[in-house]
Structures are given as structure tokens and as C-alpha cells.
């Protein structure tokens, strides 16, 4: 990749902190990612991690009620999404970015056919008439995978399987000709056979246009499966990131470690008793300074629970490989460029 | 210990009645046996009927025909006559924990519910067996005081399996019990399970949609499409080859996390989506997205009968020595 080529989406030393009516939590503790051209990449954790708010907070897409204090930069076609006013950011959602989310059935009007509500993202976005709208939404659901688009154009969510409404939600994420495209949990809430048609066709739509994708997953085998990059968070903070062959096969965090041995490979012979990590994820609410794993990791020392570890850069050709744990870096004599 | 198995399912129905005046046929004609101590995992996608299997197996739903034997004894006949006899012998593990607990309860109350209702000892006795519950889950005692609430996903997961535990029953019939629980939590879970098993010589059914857990926890399995069996038998050995068309597609789907495996192997791609249970495809159920379906599949019903790996298919194309394979 050359440095010419801008990421389409960065961010930038994010923090986010929720506010609800008597606690704060900093759901997003200085992270940064971003995402290039044609590149498919993970965001990895487990709930609370942040990897939902990190990636759709900026884009305002916050649950309700809560008030959001946002720092740092979300950056976005050249422009900042962190501060940008509510209109021009609600542009900037339907023309520049396309998010397929967990619950298709509750992501799309239940009053409304599902075809309708295609045309109006591309007629509101791409500047498309009436007829030309129409077309090009029959056209999205043929090419999502749904047989017989034209009958399902009239038809109302509740009159879809899962499987198809989550079909329904990527042409309408893909409606308005995004730039990132930005699926949270796409596969969850489907059936095995299902999941497996949803991946196949995000991958299929990562090769046809030269899109970014933002995949937010806690399935370690949707990342093997369909991602370049994977970054993974913990506890609002970057662990590890490098390529899937990089993080996935040579794991250097603690964390990564415990969370990829925890998943058995399905297709290993031996049978391995699976890896627990103990106790439970730290409360975001009463921040400790240090290392946010420290309390589970097996190789943490005193220096750990004082200093947030930096995010180093180990020897990796390609892509960077970088991982914030020093700890396992100096024990096992990782090189650090 | 009985040399009965602890459970038997014989051409077991449940239909619902529909408002349209047809009927969902979540369960249409299975027979299972599940012997003592063994830890048996049922799978299939959401619609087959897992769930309505389960909770027919305890008696949480009626069968419209067909007959559930538990330890020898007809579980219909055992419910009506002693009820309370039934559940120190079987009890449920229900998908949400938070859902089947009362907020209201303090995790204490939670616990000695079944205790008082079974008229388990003095108060000491039972504040005794509660203390030997939270260690038998791995949970300390401070939990006692708080409510569901307010604790974590696997925290209560580990309170709801210490309720069903409480009254020492032999067989413990799980519903999803991990499905709700983040990666890390699940794999203490699991362990928790096989320890469980080992340590109370338990029989375990877990219904479940994740392969990859019921490949490492479940000594056998039964694979189920539209409420029927499609496939059993002994995990390792029908995991590595099944024989089914659609357990090949189901095991197919299961992404690997080494991306060296993933990127390379091939993979099953069904066509569709399962049919209704309302108005089940006739002949072979999965012959309307079976690759190597011909036309005996759509005219006649496939018995159950021996394949390669040692357990049974419902596939015509099945033998003892032969599977069909798809790719």
C-alpha cells in the first residue's frame, strides 16, 4: 500500500465517555483506527469493549439517552466528524457511509415495504428520480442475493426470513453508493447455513467495489473468514492490531492470546480443554491507571497496574503489527522497530 | 444407578395450532435415547425444533403425541402423580438467566426457593447447601445479597445453574445456556459444565447452535432439520465425517479462526433459506436444498439407518459403509 492513498475513515486518539444520570463510563479510551480503500477490516472484542461506540460514535449513532462527551478525530471524505453539526452529519451518514446492523427487523420501517425505503436512501443520496430510485433498489436486492427481487420490493419486513432482511439491510446499506461500509455484528443474530450465505456475500461486495469495510465482530472465525486487518480492543483501548495472518496465527497480546484460545479451532484434531480467562472485564466506570488487563493476565508485574502500556510496533513484514504489552514483548524477546 | 437410560423419546409430536387453523410442526416423529452420564448435545438452526424437544424432554410443554421416558418412568404419568419427585430428578438450565430469576429475589432467596419448596432441612441446613452451591459453581459468597441484576452474564449463568442443582437431580437439560455469554465467559462456562459432569456424574443435554462448543463439551450429538432427526451419533467421529448432506452443509459453515485454514477450504454454500415448519417439503425434508437430492428424496421419507461414522442418517444415499458427499 502506498502513502499516497488516504484511509477513507480514521480515527484518531478517540475518547468517548457516556454520560447516563449518575455514572460516567469512558467507553473509548484513545483509540485509533482507520480503514483504506478495498480493505476489509475487523474490529474485535467482547461487549463493553467499546468496538460498537469507537466506530459508530462518531458517526452519532449512540444509543438514546445517554449525553456522549466525544475528543479526539473522526476523519471522513477530508472532514471531522467529532464536533461537525447535526444536518451535515446525517448527510455524511447516508451519503458516506453505510452501516448493516446486528437486528435487521428493528434497523428497517416495519410500516414501510422494504423496497421503498431502498429507493428513497439512493433517490435522498445519489440525487436519482422516482423511476430511476426504483431501479436501482430492484437492482441492490438482485445483487444482495434475494431470488425474485421484483416480488420482494412490495413486500413488508415481517414477510421476510432473517436471512433475507439481512440481505434487505446490506442493499440498503449499499443504497447510497457508500464509501465505508460498516457492519456491526452482521452475522449474530442468523442461523450457521445463513451466516455462512451473509459472509460469502460481504466478501463478494468487498471484491465488486472498492470500498472499506468495517467489520465489528466478536466471532474470531468471521475475521479468519472475510478481513485483512484486525484490531482488537479491550476495555475501550487497541491490545493488538496487524494483519488476520499476523494476530490471529502469532497472537502477542495476553489478552488476544486467552481470546483466540478460548475459541477451539473447529477443525483441529486433538481435543483441547478450552482456555478460560479468569474473572471478568474491568469496570469502566472506576478507571484504574495502567493496564486494563492486568487484573486477569497471567505475566503482569507491578509496573503493569501504574503505566498504560504503549502500543509498540513489532517486526512484521507488511502490514504493522503493533501490541500494547511490553511485558511479552521483553520476556520473549519480541524485535520492536 | 438404573441400567435405564436416563431418557428415552419415543415418535415423539408437538404441534402448535395456528390462528390460520394449520399447525407448526416443530416436533414430527423423533425417537432418541440418551443413556446415563452422557453429555448429549442437539443441534440445528432456529425453527427445527431443538427447543420444543427440550422442553417436552422436561415436561415445560405437552407432546401432542408420542411418549417421554425418563429413567424408566413416563415422564406424563411421573408429572401427574409426583411432581415434586420429577424435578429432584430433572431439572432446566433456561437460555436467558436473567429472564427465569426473579428480580425482586437476592440471589440467596434465588437459591433457597427450591430448597423451602422442597422442604429441605432447617434453616442452617440450607444456608449449608447454598454456601456448598456457590462452591460447586465457583462463585463467592458475596454474591448472596445482590440482585440478578446486578451482576454479570456469567455470574448469573453460574447462580442458574446452582438453582437447578440445588435438589442433586441426575439429569440436567440446558437450553442455549451459553449463547447469551461473551467468548471468554463461555469457555469458563463450558468448563464448569464438564467439571460438573465429571464430579456429579450428571447426564447433560444441551441444546445448542454453536458447533465449535458442542464438538468440545458433548460426548454425542443429534443433528435436527424441520423437527426431525436428521443425523446422530458420537460427536468426534460424525463431525469428522458426517453424513447427512445437511450436517455437512451445518458443519461446513463454521468458520475456522486460523485464517491459513479459512482462506483455503472449501465451503458448502446452501441455497435458501430453511423451509416452514408449518408446511414441511414432503419425502426428505432437506431435499429442497439438498445438492445431491434425486427423486426418491422428494416422493419418500428417509429412515434413520447406519452411516459410515458408526451412528445413524436419514439419507437415502446413506449406508454403513457409504456417504454421500457434497461439495
Keep these: 500500500m502506498t502513502s499516497q492513498v488516504e484511509p477513507l475513515y480514521a480515527i484518531n486518539d478517540l475518547v468517548i465517555d457516556l454520560y447516563a444520570a449518575t455514572v460516567s463510563v469512558r467507553a473509548v479510551d484513545g483509540v485509533s483506527l482507520h480503514v483504506m480503500p478495498g480493505e476489509t477490516v475487523a474490529i474485535v472484542g467482547e461487549s463493553g469493549s467499546g468496538k460498537t461506540v469507537s466506530t459508530l460514535g462518531p458517526l452519532g449513532l449512540l444509543p438514546e439517552g445517554v449525553t456522549v462527551d466525544v475528543r479526539g478525530t473522526a476523519k471522513a471524505g477530508g472532514k471531522d466528524l467529532v464536533g461537525m453539526a447535526s444536518a451535515r452529519l446525517s448527510q455524511m451518514r447516508g451519503a458516506y457511509f453505510g452501516v448493516i446492523f446486528q437486528d435487521p427487523i428493528s434497523a428497517l420501517n416495519p410500516m414501510l415495504k422494504v423496497g421503498p425505503q431502498l429507493a428513497e436512501q439512493a433517490r435522498r443520496f445519489c440525487?436519482?428520480?422516482?423511476?430511476?430510485?426504483?431501479?436501482?433498489?430492484?437492482?441492490?436486492?438482485?445483487?444482495?442475493?434475494?431470488?425474485d427481487p421484483e416480488d420482494r420490493y412490495n413486500r413488508y419486513p415481517h414477510e421476510m426470513s432473517g436471512g433475507m432482511l439481512q440481505r434487505a439491510m446490506i442493499a440498503l446499506a449499499l443504497a447510497a453508493r457508500p464509501k465505508v461500509l460498516i457492519a456491526d455484528e452482521p452475522t449474530t443474530a442468523l442461523d450457521a447455513t445463513v451466516q455462512a450465505q451473509i459472509l460469502e456475500l460481504i466478501r463478494q461486495i468487498q471484491r465488486d467495489n472498492d470500498i472499506g469495510v468495517i467489520l465489528i465482530t466478536h466471532d474470531i472465525g468471521a475475521v479468519a473468514s472475510v478481513a485483512d486487518r484486525v484490531v482488537v480492543l479491550y476495555a475501550g483501548q487497541v491490545a493488538e492490531e496487524g494483519s488476520v495472518l499476523d494476530v490471529l496465527t502469532s497472537p502477542v497480546h495476553p489478552y488476544t492470546r486467552g481470546l483466540l484460545a478460548s475459541v477451539p479451532d473447529f477443525r483441529a484434531e486433538d481435543r483441547v480443554e478450552a482456555h478460560e480467562i479468569p474473572g471478568l472485564p474491568p469496570n469502566q466506570i472506576k478507571l484504574e491507571p495502567g493496564c486494563r488487563f492486568a487484573e486477569r493476565c497471567e505475566h503482569v508485574e507491578p509496573q503493569c497496574r501504574v503505566e498504560r502500556p504503549p502500543l509498540r510496533t513489532i517486526a512484521a513484514p507488511g502490514t504493522p503489527h503493533r501490541v500494547a504489552c511490553p511485558v511479552v514483548i521483553r520476556r520473549e524477546g519480541i524485535a520492536v522497530q | 444407578m438404573s441400567e435405564k437410560p436416563a431418557i428415552e423419546v419415543k415418535d415423539l409430536k408437538v404441534h402448535f395450532a395456528t390462528r390460520a387453523g394449520t399447525s407448526v410442526r416443530a416436533v414430527d416423529g423423533i425417537d432418541l435415547v440418551i443413556p446415563n452420564g452422557s453429555f448429549h448435545g442437539i443441534v440445528g438452526e432456529s425453527g427445527c425444533g431443538k427447543t420444543t424437544l427440550a422442553r417436552t424432554i422436561v415436561g415445560l410443554q405437552k407432546e401432542t403425541a408420542g411418549q417421554v421416558v425418563i429413567g424408566g418412568r413416563d415422564r406424563a404419568e411421573w408429572m401427574k402423580s409426583d411432581r415434586k419427585s420429577f424435578s429432584r430428578k430433572v431439572q432446566f438450565v433456561f437460555q436467558d438467566p436473567l429472564g427465569s430469576?426473579?428480580?425482586?429475589?437476592?440471589?440467596?432467596?434465588?437459591?433457597?426457593?427450591?430448597?423451602?419448596?422442597?422442604?429441605?432441612?432447617?434453616?442452617?441446613?440450607?444456608?449449608?447447601?447454598?454456601?456448598?452451591?456457590?462452591?460447586?459453581?465457583?462463585?463467592?459468597?458475596?454474591?448472596?445479597?445482590?440482585?440478578?441484576?446486578?451482576?454479570?452474564?456469567?455470574?448469573?449463568?453460574?447462580?442458574?445453574?446452582?438453582?437447578?442443582?440445588?435438589?442433586?437431580?441426575?439429569?440436567?437439560?440446558?437450553?442455549?445456556?451459553?449463547?447469551?455469554?461473551?467468548?471468554?465467559?463461555?469457555?469458563?462456562?463450558?468448563?464448569?459444565?464438564?467439571?460438573?459432569?465429571?464430579?456429579?456424574?450428571?447426564?447433560?443435554?444441551?441444546?445448542?447452535?454453536?458447533?465449535?462448543?458442542?464438538?468440545?463439551?458433548?460426548?454425542?450429538v443429534t443433528v435436527m432439520y424441520l423437527g426431525r432427526v436428521a443425523e446422530?451419533?458420537?460427536?468426534?467421529?460424525?463431525?469428522?465425517?458426517?453424513?447427512?448432506?445437511?450436517?455437512?452443509a451445518l458443519l461446513s459453515a463454521v468458520p475456522s479462526a486460523n485464517p491459513l485454514i479459512e482462506t483455503t477450504r472449501k465451503r458448502i454454500i446452501l441455497p435458501g433459506d430453511p423451509p416452514s415448519p408449518s408446511n414441511p417439503p414432503s419425502g426428505c425434508r432437506f431435499h429442497t436444498r439438498c445438492p445431491v437430492a434425486f427423486e426418491k428424496c422428494g416422493a419418500e421419507v428417509p429412515s434413520l439407518r447406519e452411516a459410515p461414522h458408526g451412528g445413524k442418517a436419514a439419507c437415502h444415499l446413506a449406508t454403513s459403509n457409504k456417504r454421500p458427499i457434497v461439495d
Design chain 1, 127 to 147: 440525487g436519482l428520480s422516482h423511476e430511476a430510485a426504483r431501479k436501482e433498489a430492484v437492482s441492490l436486492l438482485a445483487r444482495s442475493g434475494i431470488p
Design chain 2, 101 to 220: 430469576m426473579s428480580r425482586r429475589q437476592n440471589i440467596y432467596q434465588t437459591l433457597e426457593e427450591p430448597l423451602l419448596i422442597h422442604g429441605f432441612g432447617s434453616a442452617e441446613k440450607r444456608r449449608n447447601r447454598i454456601q456448598e452451591l456457590l462452591d460447586l459453581v465457583a462463585l463467592s459468597s458475596t454474591v448472596l445479597d445482590r440482585l440478578p441484576r446486578s451482576l454479570s452474564g456469567g455470574q448469573r449463568q453460574r447462580v442458574s445453574i446452582a438453582r437447578a442443582l440445588a435438589l442433586n437431580p441426575s439429569i440436567l437439560v440446558c437450553d442455549e445456556p451459553l449463547s447469551a455469554l461473551d467468548v471468554s465467559i463461555r469457555a469458563q462456562i463450558v468448563n464448569l459444565f464438564t467439571s460438573l459432569q465429571k464430579r456429579l456424574g450428571l447426564t447433560i443435554v444441551i441444546v445448542a447452535h454453536d458447533l465449535a462448543v458442542v464438538r468440545e463439551v458433548c460426548s454425542d
Design chain 2, 232 to 248: 446422530e451419533g458420537i460427536t468426534r467421529p460424525l463431525f469428522r465425517e458426517p453424513a447427512h448432506p445437511y450436517s455437512q
